[in-house]
């Protein structure tokens, strides 16, 4: 789990969630971003707002209708 998240809340629930580390300052994010935001990559830090980010290896989750 991440020590400090950053959620834009804007769009919550709505587009994909990833995991980012800044390599200058060290911040952990959350991001949610759409597809086309997340493939063009141009990723800046919420914290100091450096460029260098590195992407997160994370679990996925899926929301269903279907209750199980």
């Known amino acids: ?4 998240r950053w959620v834009n809340s804007q769009h919550e ?3 994909p969630s990833y995991e980012y580390k800044c390599l200058d300052c060290g911040k952990e994010s959350v991001l949610n971003l759409s597809l086309s935001e997340h493939d063009r990559g141009n990723i800046t830090c919420p914290g100091c707002k450096s460029a260098r980010m590195e992407q ?3 679990a996925i989750s899926a929301k269903t209708s279907h209750k199980s």
């Open 1 to 4: 789990m991440l020590d400090s």
């Open 56 to 58: 997160l290896i994370s």
């Open 13 to 15: 629930g709505q587009m």
